[in-house]
């Protein structure tokens, strides 16, 4: 042939890959790990399915009702009747999907109801919608910050502000947690003349600890950075309207990105911004252009649940006390927790291995109650945690049964006297 490719060369019956050119080879080490807790005898923590959600704080796992208290479900927001009847409908209008990309023919009329919904809530003049949370932090970072300019970013930053920075080409430059004196420090070794984005988060959502956003915001002001801020573990509680941390210590930022997926209690994500030119990102951004945009339904049930948090005041209060209740009883207990005092809707009580995390997970799940289990990578400087999410529909009795089930657990494992 003129490629000079010999079909008569090819063998149509190859043996198999060579182990050391297996691509799957890389994860023998996982497997064998899953493999060895998993042969202690505990249920798999990272396979745990719904059989059956009866409200926001309530499901069935392994045939057995079960608190939830691991869910991101902050204002209990899934099986709210307006929510659900927003999404019946836009499902009956509009179908099951949009076959397309927001550019093209996918931007329905719910896609701008909810981008309203946002611009209204955040009381800005520009809001973008995603796919996912995920999805908005890889789109907006590697959009915004380009070659030659610079990316400063906490080093306990989520895995989608790390995917981000790795997907565009700014540099890269991390401070120390919560650090002010880092931030600044960094900063300040930068050449002058690049523009450079400083990506914050609200709650930081492994410990549940809250950022210094206005020492942060000065700073990054002081060396002429825009800021870019994650609300996504504040938004609806924190604040007079729940627009989240910045909005509690009464900030100005250039861009607040969140999820549908945790207060919303659906599933998307946005950026929002008061940036004259904002609108450009989406002439810009490839995770907003090359993906498909957000069934009709899932835009319909998040726009009536944002403007439902908008006025939730009386939820936010029940949010906070629940907060209250869970971590003070924890404390007094004796475990050690992610924060000295409640600082948001996440508990994180820290362990000392993962033999004690699962131990007391298991423990609780046979009794009743699911929390998050959290290890390394995820986890800072190597922890094991069991994570606790507070739901504003937690009952004051739920908040009683779980202390209950944890001092019993606790006891087990040794972990407290
Ligand atoms: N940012 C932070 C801080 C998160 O914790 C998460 C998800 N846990 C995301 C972004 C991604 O949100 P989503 O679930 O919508 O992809």
């Not at 089930?405 to 407290?416: C, H, S, T």
Request: glycine letters at 10%.
């Amino acid at each position: 042939t003129e490629t000079g490719f010999q079909s008569e060369t090819l063998d149509l019956d190859p043996p198999a890959i060579a182990p050391q050119r297996d691509l799957m080879s890389k994860f023998d080490g996982l497997i064998a790990e899953r493999k060895a807790l998993i042969d202690t005898g505990v249920t798999d923590p990272f396979a745990i399915v719904m059989e059956q959600v009866k409200s926001p704080t309530e499901a069935v796992i392994a045939g057995r009702d079960t608190i939830l208290l691991g869910t991101y479900n902050y204002m209990g927001m899934t099986f709210d009747p307006d929510v659900v009847a927003a999404g019946k409908t836009a499902l009956d209008r509009f179908g099951s999907g949009t076959n397309g990309s927001r550019m093209l023919n996918g931007t329905f009329q719910d896609h701008v109801d909810v981008e309203q919904a946002l611009r209204d809530f955040y009381d800005m003049s520009g809001a973008i919608v995603f796919s996912t949370g995920y999805m908005a932090n890889l789109g907006m970072i590697s959009t915004l910050a380009t070659k030659g300019e610079y990316v400063i970013l906490d080093a306990d930053s989520h895995a989608s502000i790390y995917d981000g920075c790795a997907q565009g080409n700014a540099e890269i430059v991390r401070f120390r947690h919560n650090s002010v004196e880092d931030l600044d420090k960094r900063l300040g070794r930068l050449p002058k003349e690049p523009a450079k984005l400083v990506v914050l988060e609200g709650v930081y959502s492994m410990l549940g600890d809250i950022a210094p956003l206005r020492e942060m915001v000065a700073v990054a002001r002081k060396h002429d950075a825009m800021v870019l801020v994650d609300e996504a573990h504040s938004m609806g509680f924190f604040g007079p309207n729940g627009r989240g941390v910045y909005e509690d210590q009464g900030l100005d930022v250039d861009f607040i990105v969140g999820t549908f997926s945790k207060s919303v209690g659906t599933v998307g994500g946005f950026c929002v911004s008061n940036h004259p030119k904002f609108e450009a990102i989406r002439l810009a951004c490839r995770p907003y252009i090359f993906t498909a945009s957000l069934p009709p339904s899932v835009v319909a049930t998040a726009a009536t649940s944002i403007r439902k948090l908008a006025v939730a005041h009386e939820k936010r209060a029940r949010l906070w006390e629940n907060a209250r209740a869970l971590h003070g009883g924890l404390k007094a207990m004796g475990f050690t927790l992610g924060t000295e005092t409640p600082e948001s809707a996440i508990v994180a009580v820290i362990l000392e291995d993962q033999q004690q995390a699962v131990g007391i997970w298991q423990a609780l799940l046979d009794g009743g109650l699911y929390v998050n289990v959290a290890r390394p990578p995820a986890t800072p400087a190597g922890t094991f945690l069991l994570r606790c999410s507070i739901c504003a529909e937690h009952t004051a009795e739920q908040i009683a049964t779980v202390l209950t089930m944890f001092r019993a657990a606790g006891r087990a494992v040794g972990v407290i006297g």
